[in-house]
Structure formats: structure tokens, C-alpha cells
């Protein structure tokens, strides 16, 4: 029976699901996103029952498993006494972009997943109607990516696998600016109109953003650098743009 | 000789030294820092010559290995070509908490090295005038630490084993205000005098700040939430809280 659940997971994980680890990331899977399966042990069962009740009140299956087991569905070192096979959401790129998104972001060839995650994370407390990634950025799936988001994957649509030109054509549809973040842009300051709604766009941890995309942006925004540090890291860079553009937006109300 | 020369390392390592893997990092310690000795690939010292220069005109050892070798030295993955022993600096307190000091970063039980380093180099960016770690934080020499530094380790005073009233008490005598930064207090806002000299003191990535320390703080200061997202990673905190008052205090001149 192990073995054929272990399996069936599996083979979900190749038809559009992927897996939530830990209490934190379950939880914010059983209310925001749609939870197919819960493995979780009897001792997390009794300490997490909010959990519990929120997947069967919407219909997901719950399956109570040894510690082993959930371990081996996750291949995680600590899941925490759970697991959660979520349903993938393929979001039109209309869920994140639409006449009335004020903030966006674009990750354009981002590979490392816990960057990918904290971009996330900060996209979702900055307020950001979606974020987009594009055909050769890290699958959101990756169990990396779902931990260091803690829930915020579920949060906000996340929609994968656009190319550049067709999310800065549709963010110029719904009005908003295009900026794209990198090293050899001018200053991020009271010049830009960063009330506007705003799409930013964010490179590679490595070698930033090519000349082809920086072309097709309205402006290429850079973060004053005080000290003697070459560079912000890419989950850094985009918080500070994202809580700039926030904050003139709501200040702008 | 090569096993020699390897105990050498790991007995060096436990007085005083520490490593720094690759060109990013090896640059910077040879620039900023005491580098001891440089262990280097012959197709990397081609490459970076500058750093093989700079690391002789200070009086360090350059010997010439093969790649096996400096991988085995540093026990890291990809290592690209180089590994430093670099002399740890024992920064007194004063050096990051002076009169002249303005932004001062205090890491109070930081575990996590990719933290640590994160927030090293936003308070780099921001220009901090240095960062001081709490006693139980994990130990700046830390592989993972350097790594995520990306050589701001070595470009401002970096002070650890400092007690927590200790640093609060230097501050103050500094004329520095003193912000816990957690989730429990007041909004980042215009209230708040950023312009001033200021020393944030950031928290355990997992349980943030205990009560006791929050008390002895002048201000408990919170960063908006505009979404769904709980909180924010510690290192994003750290950046956007060190660059608010990095940017009023700039404005303010």
C-alpha cells in the first residue's frame, strides 16, 4: 500500500501537481490553493487539526502515514510530519496582469530556487498583483522554490512560462510602466513615477539582464550602492524596488 | 607535501583563520583583507593575475595546486580555481560603534550562515559603518557565511561575540537611537526620525526577538505587510530597513 501511494505521487507530481512540505507551506496550500492529498502523521494530525479540517473541508483526501512515510513522499529531511500533493494552478497571464494591476513582477531566466522563493515571499508582502516567470526561469514546483516562498506561492497567481515581449506587451495593455532592475541603470529616485502602476522586470543572479530586454523596458532602474558592495543579491534587489513602488503607491492615494 | 600542506590549513583554521573560495571572494580578501596564503589552479592564477598580485604585494603566499587539491582544501563543490586562508580580523567594538557611526546593523542569535552573509552584504550596500554579531550567531567564518557575502565580510568591521546590552550601551554612547526591527511593533513611517544615526538590532530567522531585548530597544519597528505574506525573510527585513535609513539620512544632508 506504501509503495503504490508513494508511487501514485509520483506520478501525479508529473500531471500538473507538486508538493507542499511542512506545516506552514500546508497550511497556506489547504486554504489558497487546492490540496489533493494530505500524508501527514497521526502526532501532526492532533497538533494541526485547523489543517486537517481546512483539506477535507474542501474535498482533498487526508492519509495518515508513519513519520517514514511522509519522508519518502517528500524526500525532505524535515517535513515537519506532513506533506501535501497540491494541484498545480496554470493561471492565465491575465490573472496577474489586467487593467487593474498596479505592481507585477517578471523573473526573467531566474534558476536558483530559493531565489525564485524569497522573490516570491517579497512580491506577496509587497501587495504585488502576480508575479511572471519566464520559459527558462526555475518551475515553481521545485520543492526548494514552494519552501522558501512559505505559502506565498499560493498567494498571488503565479503565472510561469511567458516570454518577455508578450508580458511587457501585455503590462503596456493594462498601463502600467515597464522597469527593468539591473546594475547600469540610473538611480532609483523621486525622477521616476513610481506611483504609476509598474511591471518590474528582474535577471539572472549571475549575469543580470541581456541588452535585448534591458531595450524593450521603459527605464533601467538601479539601486544606489553605499558601501563597497559590487551588488545586491537578486531576492534583495527586488524587495527594495517592489516596497518602493508599494509605498509611493499607497502614499500617492 | 600537498597533505602537508592541507593539515597546515585545517590547524590554521582553528587559530585565527578562515577560507574564502573562489575569485569574487579571494579579490576582495586580498583587496580588504589579510590574505595568508592563496592555494590556486595555474589556468586561474593566468586568469586573475590581479589577485595573485595583489596577494604578493601584501606579503601572502601564493602556491600554485591543482584543482583536486583546492577542492580538497576548501571541501566545496566548485571552488572555481582558488581557495585563501584568510587571518580573521578581531575588530574591537569601537571600530563598528564610534562616534562617527551612523547605521550599524546587530545580529542578535542569527543562525543561519546564508542569513548572516546576506545581511553582511545589504548592510555593505547600504554603507553601514559595520555589524556586530550576539554571541550565540553563527560564526562569520563559516563557509556559507563568506560565500553569501560575497566579500562584504571583508569591507566593513565585522564584530562578533558582543553581548547585547554591551552593543546597546555602546550605541547610545554614540548618540545612536536603537530599533529592534519586529514584527510586533510600530509601522516603518514618517514618525520615526530614520535620518538619525540609528543601530538596528535583527532577530532569530525563526523566532525573532525575545521580549527581553525588545524592552531594552528604544523603538520595536515593523515593516508593512501589504499582502498575505506572514513576514519576511530576515535578510529582506535587514535591507529594507537598513536602506530606509540609509536614503533619509543621505536626504537629510
Same mark, same amino acid.
Given at each position: 500500500?506504501?509503495?503504490?501511494?508513494?508511487?501514485?505521487?509520483?506520478?501525479?507530481?508529473?500531471?500538473?501537481?507538486?508538493?507542499?512540505? #511542512?506545516?506552514?507551506?500546508?497550511?497556506?496550500?489547504?486554504?489558497?490553493?487546492?490540496?489533493?492529498?494530505?500524508?501527514?502523521?497521526?502526532?501532526?494530525?492532533?497538533?494541526?487539526?485547523?489543517?486537517?479540517?481546512?483539506?477535507?473541508?474542501?474535498?482533498?483526501?487526508?492519509?495518515?502515514?508513519?513519520?517514514?512515510?511522509?519522508?519518502?513522499?517528500?524526500?525532505?529531511?524535515?517535513?515537519?510530519?506532513?506533506?501535501?500533493?497540491?494541484?498545480?494552478?496554470?493561471?492565465?497571464?491575465?490573472?496577474?496582469?489586467?487593467?487593474?494591476?498596479?505592481?507585477?513582477?517578471?523573473?526573467?531566466?531566474?534558476?536558483?530556487?530559493?531565489?525564485?522563493?524569497?522573490?516570491?515571499?517579497?512580491?506577496?508582502?509587497?501587495?504585488?498583483?502576480?508575479?511572471?516567470?519566464? %520559459?527558462?526561469?526555475?518551475?515553481?514546483?521545485?520543492?526548494?522554490?514552494?519552501?522558501?516562498?512559505?505559502?506565498?506561492?499560493?498567494?498571488?497567481?503565479?503565472?510561469?512560462?511567458?516570454?518577455?515581449?508578450?508580458?511587457?506587451?501585455?503590462?503596456?495593455?493594462?498601463?502600467?510602466?515597464?522597469?527593468?532592475?539591473? #546594475?547600469?541603470?540610473?538611480?532609483?529616485?523621486?525622477?521616476?513615477?513610481?506611483?504609476?502602476?509598474?511591471?518590474?522586470?528582474?535577471?539572472?543572479?549571475?549575469? #543580470?539582464? %541581456?541588452?535585448?530586454?534591458?531595450?524593450?523596458?521603459?527605464?533601467?532602474?538601479?539601486? %544606489?550602492?553605499?558601501?563597497?558592495?559590487?551588488?545586491?543579491?537578486?531576492?534583495?534587489?527586488?524587495?527594495?524596488?517592489?516596497?518602493?513602488?508599494?509605498?509611493?503607491?499607497?502614499?500617492?492615494?
Amino acid at each position: 500500500v506504501r509503495a503504490r501511494r508513494l508511487s501514485e505521487v509520483k506520478v501525479r507530481a508529473a500531471e500538473g501537481a507538486f508538493l507542499a512540505e #511542512g506545516p506552514q507551506s500546508c497550511r497556506e496550500a489547504a486554504r489558497f490553493a487546492t490540496v489533493e492529498r494530505l500524508f501527514i502523521t497521526a502526532a501532526a494530525a492532533q497538533r494541526y487539526d485547523d489543517i486537517v479540517a481546512e483539506v477535507e473541508r474542501k474535498g482533498g483526501e487526508v492519509v495518515l502515514a508513519s513519520e517514514d512515510v511522509v519522508a519518502a513522499v517528500c524526500d525532505s529531511v524535515n517535513p515537519q510530519g506532513m506533506v501535501a500533493v497540491v494541484l498545480q494552478d496554470n493561471h492565465p497571464l491575465r490573472a496577474a496582469i489586467h487593467s487593474g494591476s498596479r505592481l507585477v513582477a517578471y523573473l526573467a531566466s531566474v534558476r536558483d530556487p530559493g531565489n525564485a522563493g524569497s522573490v516570491l515571499r517579497a512580491a506577496d508582502a509587497a501587495g504585488a498583483d502576480g508575479v511572471v516567470t519566464s %520559459p527558462d526561469s526555475v518551475d515553481l514546483g521545485n520543492p526548494k522554490v514552494v519552501r522558501s516562498s512559505v505559502g506565498s506561492l499560493f498567494h498571488l497567481p503565479a503565472v510561469t512560462n511567458v516570454d518577455i515581449a508578450e508580458a511587457i506587451a501585455a503590462g503596456r495593455a493594462a498601463g502600467m510602466q515597464v522597469f527593468a532592475a539591473d #546594475g547600469s541603470g540610473e538611480l532609483l529616485g523621486p525622477q521616476l513615477d513610481l506611483a504609476h502602476p509598474t511591471m518590474w522586470v528582474f535577471g539572472n543572479e549571475a549575469w #543580470g539582464l %541581456p541588452e535585448n530586454v534591458l531595450t524593450q523596458c521603459d527605464r533601467v532602474v538601479s539601486l %544606489p550602492i553605499y558601501g563597497k558592495a559590487e551588488s545586491l543579491n537578486l531576492a534583495t534587489a527586488a524587495a527594495l524596488c517592489l516596497y518602493a513602488s508599494a509605498g509611493a503607491q499607497r502614499a500617492a492615494q
